[in-house]
């Protein structure tokens, strides 16, 4: 067991995963509650974490969760796994209060083979959850690497024909978008989808893209160099972290080279998606959304790009 004061890395550049190699957290001093490596590691058997191919690409969808005891559909889950034996799921409990913990670590003991826990011994928020998350798909050999919302919110079926696109073109990420468009079933509030029209502009505008839903809680990513930039340091933001992904990409590519996002990048509109009860963003939220905006722009266009770029590039 390492400890984790002698690493020459900060506290926050140190995935939470690996300050918990134990049944004691190194830097909380708390217990982490059934910490376990990859699936491959637990079985010894390679393929059965990863290359379980079959007609798609081999995939894993991290699924950040707090408080989502009341809001996970097992059901679902277990049976899409079944039936789709090139998708893992990473669920990563975000140091929930409620009865979470339990709930995952039953759907994993269903599909051990496919699906596997992370407990989280201090709540990161979303951006910090799905890092982990990603960092802990990234010791397997996936093509692909994404983030779902747990409740669903986007049927699971969508992976499919994410990682297809992947798959067969030579894309760099496939993102979901609510668009409200004839034989789309796309259910939402309106309060929120106007709020998201402004802040989807906004976000265009600091980014430089054409973008017309950022926030939507699936996203799928070729797993590839670029992409382990990305997720390589925290996130500066919580709530709008999917810009600030965007914003990483847009960095690297201007200053390594290769396809621009407007050619790299796909928005798919999805035929199905519905607010689901219980959500945690508020109207408030929004001001802190526009707050995150603006370190974003200073990130890709104001006096601390340059600092910014060298945090993330390792260089």
């Known amino acids: 067991r390492e400890s984790f004061w002698s690493c020459s ?39 059965s974490w990863s290359y379980r191919v079959g007609s798609m690409q081999s995939v894993a969808i991290v699924i950040p969760c707090f408080n989502e005891e009341t809001r996970l559909p097992q059901e679902e889950f277990y049976l899409f796994a079944r039936q789709h034996k090139g998708v893992d799921f990473i669920f990563v409990n975000d140091c929930s209060t409620d009865g ?3 709930v995952i670590d039953t759907l994993c003991s269903k599909i051990p083979q496919q699906c596997m826990a992370l407990h989280l011994p201090i709540n990161l928020g979303k951006s910090g959850a799905v890092r982990e998350g990603f960092i802990k798909a990234f010791a397997g050999d996936y093509a692909a690497i994404g983030f779902w919302d747990a409740d669903l919110a986007t049927p699971l079926p969508a992976i499919i024909k994410f990682s297809a696109l992947l798959a067969d073109s030579q894309l760099t990420m496939v993102i979901g978008s609510r ?51 990305v997720f390589v340091k925290p996130f500066t ?13 847009q960095l690297l590519i201007r200053n390594q080279g290769g396809e621009p996002l407007t050619v790299s990048a796909c ?49």
């Open 179 to 229: 668009v409200r468009l004839l034989n789309r079933h796309i259910e939402r509030r309106s309060g929120r989808h106007y709020l998201g029209r402004v802040f989807a502009t906004m976000a265009s505008v600091v980014l430089g893209l054409t973008v017309y839903d950022t926030q939507c809680g699936a996203k799928l990513f070729a797993n590839n160099t670029l992409l382990r930039q």
């Open 237 to 249: 933001v919580n709530w709008i972290f999917d810009v600030e992904i965007l914003a990483r990409y």
């Open 267 to 315: 928005e798919y509109p999805l035929e199905q998606w519905h607010d689901v009860p219980g959500s945690k963003l508020r109207a408030k939220d929004f001001i802190v959304a526009v707050y995150e905006i603006i370190k974003i722009w200073d990130a890709l266009h104001g006096p601390g790009r340059k600092a910014y770029y060298k945090r993330i590039s390792n260089r």
């Open 100 to 102: 979470t913990a339990r």
């Open 9 to 47: 890395e900060s506290a926050w550049d140190r995935p939470v995963a690996a300050w918990c190699a134990g049944d004691i957290c190194n830097y909380t001093g708390v217990g982490c509650r059934q910490w376990r490596p990859p699936l491959a590691e637990q079985d010894g058997n390679h393929d």
